[in-house]
Antibody
Framework: EVQLVESGGGLVKPGGSLRLSCAAS????????MNWVRQAPGKGLEWVSS????????YYADSVKGRFTISRDNAKNSLYLQMNSLRAEDTAVYYC???????????WGQGTLVTVSS | EIVLTQSPGTLSLSPGERATLSCRAS???????LAWYQQKPGQAPRLLIY???SRATGIPDRFSGSGSGTDFTLTISRLEPEDFAVYYC????????????FGQGTKLEIK
């Protein structure tokens, strides 16, 4: 069974940093591109970042470019999101999601809440 | 950047009725890269349709997708109580960089 489990969310002050993790199991992690997608409270879905299976290709939404860094460790079946210079507008549930190699997300984690507030 | 606009914002229907949800793109989208998701309160999104018309694993056949170019449709042929949720369309594009865009969502509520 495919499982994606996020962790690392919490309350952080504006300008602070946080590192999210996503532990994957039930599939060959190293064969898939992975993504972070976020959802602000009561709002829609926003793609944040993507990383290819071997980390060769990395992309970011303009809203996080230069502040967030996506990475992965295929030996540990884990995906990460380092978030720096956090702003109130980064407050959201962050989901990790697997890319089914067709430009869509076939499995999602349960999400981890990041709250940026003083 | 391609913008996806979903309509209506809210759709009020009764169980047993047919639901038609629209997703319009600001420029042409490859049908291969158009997907639909369902999200219930407090849950992660669930993939329903990919490639504009292919059902994901385990998705009932009352869900169907169609369309091409800039106009795409998700149809639920006969609504079940568990179908009332928010639905999002999503596209993938590679110009100028790989990126994914979601529509703003359609809330399907019980009438």
């Amino acid at each position: 069974e495919v499982q994606l489990v996020e962790s690392g969310g919490g309350l952080v002050k504006p300008g602070g940093s946080l590192r999210l993790s996503c532990a994957a199991s039930g599939f060959t992690f190293s064969s898939y591109s992975m993504n972070w997608v976020r959802q602000a409270p009561g709002k829609g879905l926003e793609w944040v970042s993507s990383i290819s299976s071997s980390s060769s290709y990395i992309y970011y939404a303009d809203s996080v470019k230069g502040r967030f860094t996506i990475s992965r460790d295929n030996a540990k079946n884990s995906l990460y999101l380092q978030m720096n210079s956090l702003r109130a507008e980064d407050t959201a549930v962050y989901y990790c999601a697997r890319d089914r190699a067709g430009g869509h997300f076939d499995y999602w984690g349960q999400g981890t809440l990041v709250t940026v507030s003083s | 950047e391609i913008v996806l606009t979903q309509s209506p914002g809210t759709l009020s229907l009764s169980p047993g009725e047919r639901a038609t949800l629209s997703c319009r793109a600001s420029q042409s989208v490859s049908s291969s890269y158009l997907a639909w998701y369902q999200q219930k309160p407090g849950q992660a999104p669930r993939l329903l349709i990919y490639g504009a018309s292919s059902r994901a694993t385990g998705i009932p056949d009352r869900f169907s997708g169609s369309g091409s170019g800039t106009d795409f449709t998700l149809t639920i042929s006969r609504l079940e109580p568990e179908d009332f949720a928010v639905y999002y369309c999503q596209q993938y594009g590679s110009s100028p960089q790989n990126m994914y865009t979601f529509g703003q969502g359609t809330k399907l509520e019980i009438k």
